[in-house]
């Protein structure tokens, strides 16, 4: 009868404990229950193997799947997840190459799905999933490279993986590994005119995409009350790999010197400035080896390719300084100041390789059904010395070409909240002749303004609802002083191009 009542009083436990979890259950006290039950089990075990019972049997195993439920259960409430939706309008009216456009009332919607577990006390998990669009685009056929999908509205609604990534402490609270897709994107220097906390480890004039990477952090105690930290981080920022003509991937295919590798150091903390309030100061570097980039070029107005390659191009490196100060001597004013120097070295030269390509390419086209002078009107010797011009001329004209060449930008902001609930704000960038940044549309920036080789200027105000949502209206003005940005080959030249936006966006997160 001990024995029975025992077993009756078990399975009322385990199915309170079940009932509970149909609702939110504090994962502590869960934890609690699971082992009470799981202690439970093994007494009666112990009983039933030596009175060989098949009725305590019986309900050992109806305890034992109440207890695997509630471990699932248990491994699900670790995951926390939060919702950052923003939604808004915008009109850009412009002049490139002399000639006006206009596009207004652009609607689009972004959002992100964040992910937090703390899966035990020296491993957390961090992930966001990332999606944006405009209003009716139903897509398109270009290929959206992955450091960008998910946050430039051009694509459609497919859902990105924006980051994830894996903090183990190696020793606690001193050396962190962090392995996985980076939060590389909405860092510092976008936090005012995003009205958010700090979004990401890296300063977005350093890196404004996503990337994926192994990252080491030092953080001395000695320097702990200046929340100082080191990193050391290796990256991949383009990976090649063959595909066979089944349309899977052969890692055994012609990929070698294919594939471009970024190091990076950094030091953050916060400088001793007494009464001059929080701030934070990051130095930063990044070498760019081999960077590599997919090229494709048609023979103009036909559909025809003449080079369709992967091609390292070159080496880069970029030095960012980063300082930020919030309530500056607990008044209502925040800024920043981000300065960055991008040094580009030739290291590869590919000319030959292109020049053979072209000349192989049109070779091919001629020899799979049509002859060269179908593909190039004009006789056969006419032809070859067209292919040799074409050649030449993309070559000679830098088209393809690194841009070897040293550069500069700076971007400065500040914001003055005279209420809580109502935010003005100020933001100047300047980036020289042949700036490139490691930065991507999205959509509170979707010209990428911190890639503009000129001046960008905006004023914005924030009309914050609640602590969960605010409105923000933007006024933008970008006057292109040279082409081609965004671009890190191909020359440029002066240009006197000009963009206004004019936007309104509502955000909630929670």
């Not at 979004?199 to 320097?223: E, F, R």
């Not at 040293?406 to 609930?421: N, S, V």
């Amino acid at each position: 009868m001990k024995i029975l009542t025992k077993i009756f009083l078990f399975s009322f436990v385990a199915s309170a404990a079940l009932a509970a979890n149909t609702s939110k259950v504090d994962l502590k006290e869960l934890q609690k229950q699971i082992a009470s039950l799981q202690a439970q089990v093994n007494e009666l075990k112990a009983f039933s193997a030596n009175n060989n019972n098949a009725k305590v049997q019986k309900q050992i195993d109806e305890l034992q799947d109440r207890i695997d439920e509630n471990e699932l259960n248990a491994a699900l409430s670790k995951v926390k997840m939060g919702l950052d939706f923003t939604v808004g309008s915008a009109s850009v009216h412009g002049k490139m190459n002399g000639v006006k456009s206009n596009n207004e009332n652009k609607w689009a919607t972004e959002v992100h799905l964040n992910l937090n577990a703390q899966i035990n006390d020296r491993t957390k998990f961090t992930g966001r999933l990332a999606m944006a669009k405009y209003w009716g685009n139903i897509g398109n056929k270009t290929f959206i490279e992955d450091y960008e999908g998910g946050r430039n509205p051009q694509g459609n609604s497919v859902v990105y993986l924006d980051r994830a990534y894996i903090d183990y402490d190696i020793i606690p609270n001193v050396f962190v590994a962090t392995i996985g897709r980076q939060p590389g994107t909405d860092g510092p220097g976008s936090n005012l005119r995003n009205n958010s906390v700090r979004m990401s480890t890296y300063p977005a004039m350093l890196v404004n995409a996503m990337g994926d990477a192994l990252v080491l952090t030092y953080k001395p105690q000695s320097l702990k009350d200046y929340n100082a930290a080191f990193r050391a981080g290796y990256v991949r920022s383009y990976q090649g790999s063959e595909i066979d003509t089944e349309g899977g991937r052969n890692l055994l295919g012609a990929q070698k010197g294919k594939d471009s590798n970024l190091y990076l150091l950094m030091a953050e903390g916060e400088l001793p400035l007494g009464d001059f309030g929080k701030n934070l100061f990051i130095l930063s570097y990044i070498h760019g080896d081999k960077y590599s980039l997919p090229i494709d070029i048609n023979v103009p107005n036909r559909r025809l390719k003449i080079l369709d390659d992967t091609y390292n191009l070159g080496n880069n490196d970029l030095f960012n300084l980063h300082f930020e100060s919030s309530n500056t001597f607990g008044s209502p004013f925040s800024w920043f100041v981000s300065a960055s120097y991008y040094r580009g070295s030739k290291g590869i030269d590919n000319s030959e390789k292109m020049k053979a390509d072209i000349a192989s390419n049109l070779n091919i086209i001629a020899t799979t059904g049509q002859t060269l002078e179908k593909v190039i009107p004009g006789s056969q010797a006419a032809a070859q010395a067209t292919i040799a011009g074409i050649q030449n001329q993309i070559i000679e004209s830098g088209a393809v070409s690194w841009n070897n060449k040293d550069a500069w930008a700076i971007h400065i902001g500040a914001r003055y909240d005279f209420t809580k609930a109502f935010n003005l704000g100020f933001e100047f960038f300047h980036g020289s002749k042949y700036w490139f940044a490691l930065s991507r549309p999205s959509i509170n920036d979707p010209l990428d303004f911190r890639n503009t080789r000129g001046n960008v200027y905006d004023i914005y105000a924030i009309w914050r609802l609640d602590l969960n949502q605010y409105l923000r209206f933007a006024y933008t003005h970008i006057d292109y002083h040279y082409a081609n940005s965004s671009i890190p080959m191909g020359g440029t030249y002066r240009v006197n191009d000009k963009a206004n936006i004019f936007s309104l966006f509502y955000n909630v997160r929670f």
